[in-house]
Nanobody, 115 residues
Framework: QVQLVESGGGVVQPGGSLRLSCAASGSITSIPTMAWYRQAPGKQREWVGLFTDAGDTNYKDSVKGRFTISRDNAKNTVYLQMNSLKLEDTAIYYC?????????WGQGTQVTVSS
C-alpha cells in the first residue's frame, strides 16, 4: 500500500512558476514509474509526465520545456517544477505511482493560473 500526498499548489500569474511535491508513505526506490496527471474543469484527467526508476522522463507535448519532474529517493518525494505557466495549465494536479502490481493516486492539489 502506497499513500501519496501532494502539496505546493496555489494561484499564480501567467508566466509564473510553482513546484508541486508528492510525498510517498514509503520508499519510492522500488516504484518503477511515478507520474503526474491533471484534470481541468469539465475535462478528463490527462497525463502530464512521468519519471521512471531508471531515470527516464517523458512529458506531454504541451508542457515540454516548461515542466520538469524529478524525484528525491532519500525523501521519498517526487516533484513537478512548472515554469512559464499558462492559463490552460489551470487544473487539479494528481500524483500517480505504478508499482507493477498496483496503481495509487494522491488526492490532488489545485493549481490556478490567473491574471
Amino acid at each position: 500500500q502506497v499513500q501519496l500526498v501532494e502539496s505546493g499548489g496555489g494561484v499564480v500569474q501567467p508566466g509564473g512558476s510553482l513546484r508541486l511535491s508528492c510525498a510517498a508513505s514509503g520508499s519510492i526506490t522500488s516504484i518503477p514509474t511515478m507520474a503526474w496527471y491533471r484534470q481541468a474543469p469539465g475535462k478528463q484527467r490527462e497525463w502530464v509526465g512521468l519519471f521512471t526508476d531508471a531515470g527516464d522522463t517523458n512529458y506531454k507535448d504541451s508542457v515540454k520545456g516548461r515542466f520538469t519532474i524529478s524525484r528525491d529517493n532519500a525523501k521519498n518525494t517526487v516533484y513537478l517544477q512548472m515554469n512559464s505557466l499558462k492559463l490552460e495549465d489551470t487544473a487539479i494536479y494528481y500524483c500517480y505511482a505504478h508499482t507493477g502490481k498496483a496503481t495509487y493516486w494522491g488526492q490532488g492539489t489545485q493549481v490556478t493560473v490567473s491574471s
